[in-house]
């Protein structure tokens, strides 16, 4: 629960020697209420200070951070509903390798984990994790196929054994990857909480229904060990949704901490139905799954997967935005055209796109509009002809292109006359409203 300003300021000295920053202890305490300071500007808080402040502003989803530089972040989250605020970090996917596949499919996996990268609106994404899961006897096995999927991929693993001996030892011989191990049950908790305590790693948890799990957490957490996430025992998709959204709910509508952890899943459709896989693992990125372990590689189902969790974890408060500067599309020589639009990703992607399919080369200059499409742009006044005219001076346009010609977006036709007083020596061509017609648009006017 957040506390006031004159809640917090009842846990601060009160000498108000504004060593923070602040004139008084009151001013300091309503900063840190609002969320704009932060306890440690206090050199003279108490233990207890921190202790409660640091409580109450935990995000009601613990953070959990994977990988060997803790780059891979997971949970933070704290709202129900993305259109409320966001969601914070996005849905793991892993990759489940077992130790009784045969050697050449587990070295083509691993290669084929290692090498996937998928481009989606300007940015490279692979796959974020392995899973090794133990499904013989043998441990010095299960050992050597976590070495090796760590050494050939160097991505956080999943140790997945229902032996805690040898997942003690996989941990170990994967120190430092930042891993998780999976899946803890109350009799296994001791041993593996010191296996990935000692060799810092998460541990993933399990119980036969959600009242067990809350003990368990609570036992965990009072040990002194919270690097959690929670793998929930469900018998059809519905009730995994169900369970899901019932803990998600729980921490963060009533802040319920011992369910506050990101989840862990494993999908495993009956007869390897890919479809129900997918769909299983949509439900996740949909609805607060925290790693979503796939049973297998398929590059078509991870480019949906992907593309469909870009969607739902965008920031819809910020618009996905490209570096604006001037934009080589194909192999553009100094006389090639240029067409100028707005840098919102998604504008900037199609218009490049549709230069591109009409076969030319040609250079796109993207000025700084904040992440607006075209429309917005110029109706907030920074996509006009002076804006254009002094993005392209700074770039000095002139000199990087001998051609004068600029074609400007259709739906701001009204800027091309201002557009010619502020690019002198330049003719402005007014292009089509739609980008689809840009292609015809360039066959009958640029060719
Ligand atoms: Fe008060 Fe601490 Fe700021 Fe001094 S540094 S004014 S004690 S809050």
Redesign the pocket.
């Known amino acids: 629960m957040a506390l006031t300003g004159l809640q917090i300021q009842k846990l601060?000295?009160?000498?108000?020697?504004?060593?923070?920053?602040?004139?008084?202890?009151l001013?300091?305490?309503m900063k840190l209420a609002a969320r704009k300071a932060d306890i440690s500007?206090?050199?003279?808080?108490s233990d207890e200070a921190k202790r409660v402040l640091g409580e109450a502003y935990e995000p009601p989803v613990k953070a959990i951070q994977l990988g060997p530089d803790k780059s891979l972040k997971l949970g933070e989250e704290t709202v129900l509903y993305r259109h409320e605020k966001t969601f914070v970090h996005q849905t793991a996917l892993a990759i489940n390798i077992n130790d009784t596949d045969a050697p050449d499919v587990i070295d083509q996996t691993l290669e084929n984990i290692k090498n996937y990268i998928i481009e989606r609106v300007g940015e490279e994404i692979g796959i974020d994790m392995v899973a090794v899961t133990q499904e013989s006897d043998d441990t010095e096995a299960f050992v050597k196929l976590a070495q090796k999927a760590w050494e050939t991929v160097k991505r956080p693993l999943i140790l997945r054994s229902s032996n805690p001996g040898a997942l003690a030892a996989a941990a170990e011989a994967v120190k430092g990857s930042g891993s998780v191990l999976a899946s803890a049950t109350p009799k296994t908790a001791d041993e593996l909480r010191a296996a990935a305590q000692e060799n810092d790693h998460a541990l993933a948890i399990t119980a036969p229904d959600l009242n067990e799990l809350v003990l368990f957490t609570a036992k965990l957490k009072t040990d002194g060990f919270n690097d959690l996430l929670l793998n929930f025992q469900s018998h059809s998709l519905s009730e995994q949704l169900q369970i899901n959204s019932i803990a998600r709910r729980a921490a963060i509508k009533n802040n319920y901490k011992p369910l506050g952890y990101p989840s862990l899943t494993f999908l495993q459709a009956h007869d390897h139905d890919l479809l129900e896989d997918t769909v299983g693992a949509v439900t996740e990125i949909c609805k607060y799954g925290g790693i979503c372990v796939l049973p297998s590689f398929d590059p078509a189902q991870l480019a949906a997967l992907i593309t469909l969790r870009l969607n739902i974890y965008t920031d819809p408060q910020k618009p996905i935005q490209v570096e604006p500067k001037l934009y080589a599309v194909g192999e553009p020589k100094p006389d090639s055209p240029v067409f100028v639009t707005t840098n919102f990703s998604l504008t900037y992607f199609i218009v490049s796109g549709e230069i591109e399919n009409s076969g030319i080369s040609a250079w796109l200059l993207v000025p700084e509009c904040e992440g607006m499409s075209v429309l917005t742009a110029w109706a907030a006044g920074k996509f006009s002809g002076v804006t254009i005219g002094k993005f392209a001076n700074d770039i000095k346009l002139d000199d990087q292109v001998t051609n004068r010609e600029i074609v400007i977006p259709g739906f701001v036709s009204q800027i091309s006359g201002e557009l010619e007083e502020n690019m002198p020596g330049w003719k402005v061509h007014v292009g089509p409203q739609d980008a689809a017609d840009l292609e015809s648009f360039i066959k009958a006017r640029l060719n």
Request: charged share 15%.
């Open positions: 601060l000295p009160k000498t108000n020697c504004k060593e923070c920053g602040s004139n008084t202890c001013a300091f305490a500007q206090c050199p003279y808080a």
